[in-house]
């Protein structure tokens, strides 16, 4: 039986299969707010499509581990 981590991470596939497959736009320069699970999968998947992405966090030491 499937789990909704892996139903949510099958959707995000296909949305992430639909974004590369449009005509790629202007890179953007883009904030994160949160250096979690959820804002660092998103600002690596916006990196992935060619965007310039910075990632913050008000915990310094998430963002020194990055490093």
Same mark, same amino acid.
């Given at each position: 039986r499937p789990t909704a981590r892996s139903a949510a991470a099958g959707w995000f596939a296909q949305g992430l299969a639909i974004l590369r497959s449009r005509e790629r736009v202007k890179p953007q320069r883009i904030a994160v707010f949160g250096a979690g699970y959820v804002g660092l999968v998103t600002g690596a998947c916006f990196a $992935?499509?060619? @965007? @310039? =992405? +910075? +990632?913050? $966090? =008000?915990?310094p030491e998430r963002i020194a581990a990055l490093r």
């Open positions: $992935d499509l060619g @965007h @310039h =992405v +910075v +990632v913050r $966090d =008000v915990i």
